[in-house]
């Protein structure tokens, strides 16, 4: 069955066409810094906003029109499948990713749960031998079910402890049979409502327990693929204990855990946390933990986690800036976890809405490896810490300094001189790189 029978494949048209299927910045084969744009961006659909998300909201039921919806339970579940590998094939994206229940539902019990997964993962196999979408990562979905409602790995009951711990388990027996390159942990419900009720030390440690076992298991049946944390502040749960990179990385320290562990960042949860998205991507990278991207933008007039998809050039920019000095994502990619608005329910607008973030994105890059080449921020930023390459201020960096001869020397210089930020002039010369961006492209 032909699912978006409206569509052809995608290509790319260049700028000046009028062809709204069709690409104007993403090329994947044109080189830009010695690898191809496929290469850079690792671009990847995510089967739950694409093919599972139906509009719904708590204000009004669902608006989706799909093909494959006039089915039910597994006939959906295959159905699902072969409207996914069309859509890749048409979008010609090199990944997709899932959660297990975006795949396949839930039986009436852990046993026919795993049946129904064996049955659609070996049909999702059988799709991948012919198609070159590979998956980037999966994961278990530990929050949707009400057994979930005190957490999973956090929770106060040691049987969902154990429910999650096979989920996860057969989560990881899953990424070995379908090649994926990461496998994901989100704690949905890893966090608390309420300390009245809360010991924040058992969940935590349960939590750290929780993440060994899935190392040790993954050590056990060979699986190479990197885990991948990825941190929310908040929703469902008030807080939520992976609450962005930086808290994560300490909960990893703590545990011993640093080494086996990167981050897949979404920009909306870092607008969540109250941080840039670009703050949360260099955090990761200067300690070594940058590992993929959940490619989407927050709305900052909303306070919840909206999943639009990207269309913020000078947000795409300064992330592909942080994706570049990392030297790429390595196994990771830029995955578009974002779901169409609930008013743009024809087949189409999930063509539109990723053709959109894909240009977006290639856009970032191109602007991004052109800052870095002609060394805009780097030359700017070196010069404004020159202090520390010389006299008292290398002493420092180099540990020669201490508080006897940093007040010896302060006590001797009492004519401090600082110098401008210059914030304003760098955005501008962002401004000036990406509008001279648009001139320059050819078709």
């Given at each position: 069955?032909?699912?978006?029978?409206?569509?052809?494949?995608?290509?790319?048209?260049?700028?000046?066409?009028?062809?709204?299927?069709?690409?104007?910045?993403?090329?994947?084969?044109?080189?830009?810094?010695?690898?191809?744009?496929?290469?850079?961006?690792?671009?990847?659909?995510?089967?739950w906003?694409?093919?599972?998300?139906d509009?719904?909201?708590?204000?009004?039921a669902s608006?989706?029109?799909?093909?494959?919806?006039?089915?039910?339970?597994?006939d959906?579940?295959?159905?699902?499948?072969?409207?996914?590998?069309?859509?890749?094939?048409?979008?010609?994206?090199p990944f997709?990713?899932?959660?297990?229940?975006?795949?396949a539902?839930?039986?009436?019990?852990?046993?026919?749960?795993?049946?129904?997964?064996?049955?659609?993962?070996?049909?999702?196999?059988?799709?991948m031998?012919?198609?070159?979408?590979?998956?980037?990562?999966?994961?278990?979905?530990?929050?949707?079910?009400?057994r979930?409602?005190?957490?999973?790995a956090?929770s106060?009951n040691?049987?969902?402890?154990?429910?999650?711990?096979?989920k996860?388990?057969k989560?990881?027996?899953i990424?070995?049979?379908?090649?994926?390159?990461?496998?994901v942990?989100w704690g949905?419900?890893?966090?608390?409502?309420?300390?009245?009720?809360?010991?924040?030390?058992l969940?935590?440690?349960?939590?750290?327990?929780?993440?060994?076992?899935?190392?040790?298991?993954?050590?056990?049946?060979?699986?190479?693929?990197?885990?991948?944390?990825?941190?929310?502040?908040?929703?469902?749960?008030?807080?939520?204990?992976?609450f962005?990179?930086?808290?994560?990385?300490?909960?990893?320290?703590?545990?011993?855990?640093?080494?086996?562990?990167?981050?897949?960042?979404?920009?909306?949860?870092?607008?969540?946390?109250?941080?840039?998205f670009?703050?949360?991507?260099?955090?990761?990278?200067?300690?070594?933990?940058?590992?993929?991207?959940d490619?989407?933008q927050?709305?900052?007039?909303?306070?919840?986690?909206?999943?639009?998809?990207?269309?913020?050039?000078?947000?795409?920019?300064?992330?592909?800036?942080?994706?570049?000095?990392n030297?790429?994502?390595g196994?990771?990619?830029?995955?578009?976890?974002?779901?169409?608005?609930?008013?743009?329910?024809?087949?189409?607008?999930?063509?539109?809405?990723?053709?959109?973030?894909?240009d977006?994105f290639?856009i970032?890059l191109?602007?991004?490896?052109?800052?870095i080449?002609?060394?805009?921020?780097d030359?700017?930023?070196?010069?404004?810490?020159?202090s520390?390459?010389?006299?008292?201020?290398?002493?420092?960096?180099?540990?020669?300094?201490?508080?006897?001869?940093?007040?010896?020397?302060a006590?001797?210089n009492?004519?401090?001189?600082?110098?401008?930020?210059?914030?304003?002039m760098?955005?501008?010369?962002?401004?000036?790189?990406?509008?001279?961006s648009?001139?320059k492209?050819t078709?």
């Amino acid at each position: 069955m032909i699912y978006f029978e409206n569509v052809n494949k995608i290509k790319f048209e260049g700028r000046d066409s009028k062809n709204p299927l069709s690409f104007k910045y993403y090329n994947p084969e044109e080189v830009v810094g010695g690898k191809t744009m496929e290469e850079h961006l690792r671009f990847g659909v995510s089967y739950w906003h694409t093919f599972t998300g139906d509009g719904g909201d708590p204000f009004g039921a669902s608006t989706m029109v799909r093909p494959w919806n006039y089915y039910s339970k597994m006939d959906l579940a295959k159905a699902r499948v072969e409207a996914a590998f069309e859509f890749f094939e048409k979008l010609n994206v090199p990944f997709f990713c899932f959660h297990d229940l975006d795949v396949a539902p839930e039986g009436n019990n852990l046993k026919e749960t795993y049946e129904n997964l064996d049955t659609i993962t070996a049909m999702i196999k059988d799709y991948m031998k012919t198609s070159k979408t590979k998956l980037l990562w999966n994961t278990a979905n530990a929050f949707t079910h009400p057994r979930f409602v005190h957490g999973a790995a956090t929770s106060c009951n040691a049987d969902v402890f154990a429910y999650a711990a096979a989920k996860v388990k057969k989560g990881l027996e899953i990424a070995i049979d379908l090649g994926a390159e990461n496998y994901v942990f989100w704690g949905g419900r890893e966090g608390y409502e309420t300390l009245l009720n809360t010991d924040m030390k058992l969940e935590l440690d349960n939590l750290a327990r929780f993440y060994h076992m899935a190392v040790d298991y993954a050590k056990e049946i060979g699986y190479t693929g990197q885990f991948l944390i990825e941190p929310k502040p908040k929703e469902p749960t008030k807080h939520q204990y992976d609450f962005d990179v930086a808290t994560a990385i300490a909960f990893l320290q703590t545990y011993d855990l640093q080494d086996h562990f990167k981050f897949n960042i979404e920009a909306n949860h870092a607008t969540l946390a109250g941080h840039a998205f670009e703050h949360e991507l260099r955090v990761a990278r200067i300690n070594g933990m940058l590992g993929s991207v959940d490619a989407n933008q927050g709305d900052t007039l909303l306070g919840w986690d909206t999943d639009e998809f990207p269309t913020d050039l000078y947000s795409t920019t300064l992330a592909m800036y942080e994706i570049l000095k990392n030297d790429g994502l390595g196994k990771g990619g830029l995955n578009f976890d974002a779901k169409v608005r609930r008013a743009s329910f024809e087949p189409e607008d999930l063509f539109y809405a990723h053709i959109a973030g894909m240009d977006s994105f290639a856009i970032g890059l191109k602007v991004a490896h052109k800052l870095i080449e002609d060394r805009v921020l780097d030359s700017f930023i070196e010069d404004r810490y020159r202090s520390f390459t010389e006299g008292i201020g290398l002493e420092v960096v180099e540990g020669k300094a201490n508080f006897h001869t940093l007040e010896a020397y302060a006590l001797q210089n009492d004519k401090i001189q600082n110098y401008s930020g210059r914030q304003e002039m760098l955005k501008a010369k962002i401004n000036q790189y990406l509008l001279e961006s648009f001139a320059k492209v050819t078709v």
